[in-house]
């Protein structure tokens, strides 16, 4: 597998912002990272071809195969496919027995879901979680390049509504606090606890 950092496959491009690159991590650090490899020639599965999945595919080939990652309009799928990909092939899923392994059969099944019926099942709660976590790092780049609380409450949120009440007192003040702290948190190491149980402990 081509030489990982911090848990990721693949170098991003420092120039862009986080909500813009392409992370690819690696499996034994993301447990929900999606594990296919070529079916058994004795099953009757059904060949796919990645080119057919619906959303956009952003794809890394590498020495142990190919890495992918499929968005949809509510959520992402990263999937590793352990042979490199070849137009339409019969795939099965690979979950090995460890700690992550509820974990991986869980994302492995919103995966099929999405590729059998071209749309996630993540549910509305899932989401604004992902909402919030990605607001809270907005706001930690901001506080630390030194932008205030009402800057970036002026960015995350409506400027009129911030507008709409004194500053000190203000509900969405709180609320952009809460935030940054939460990005400050995440980059002091919480954000481990996104990613599973860690099969090396």
């Not at 099953?43 to 890495?67: F, K, Q």
């Not at 007192?169 to 990005?183: C, M, P, Q, W």
Request: glycine share 4%; with cysteine.
């Amino acid at each position: 597998m081509s030489p990982n950092i911090g848990g990721c496959d693949f170098l991003a491009d420092p120039r862009k912002r986080a909500d813009e690159s392409t992370v690819f991590w690696h499996p034994d650090a993301l447990a929900t990272v999606v594990i296919l490899t070529v079916a058994p020639a004795a099953t009757e599965t059904m060949s796919v071809s990645p080119l057919d999945w619906p959303g956009d595919i952003a794809r890394r080939d590498a020495d142990d195969g190919s890495h992918l990652m499929i968005r949809d309009h509510a959520t992402s799928h990263q999937v590793w496919m352990m042979h490199p990909l070849s137009g339409a092939m019969a795939v099965a899923a690979v979950i090995p027995l460890d700690a992550s392994a509820s974990q991986r059969m869980d994302a492995t099944l919103r995966f099929w879901r999405f590729a059998a019926h071209g749309r996630s099942r993540t549910s509305p709660s899932r989401v604004r979680r992902v909402d919030r976590l990605v607001a809270a790092m907005r706001a930690l780049d901001a506080r630390m390049a030194g932008a205030s609380y009402r800057a970036i409450a002026e960015v995350l949120f409506d400027p009129h509504r911030v507008d709409s009440e004194p500053w000190k007192t203000a509900s969405v003040r709180d609320t952009v606090i809460r935030l940054a702290r939460t990005g400050f948190a995440m980059m002091r190491g919480d954000y481990r606890n996104l990613l599973g149980p860690n099969r090396r402990d």
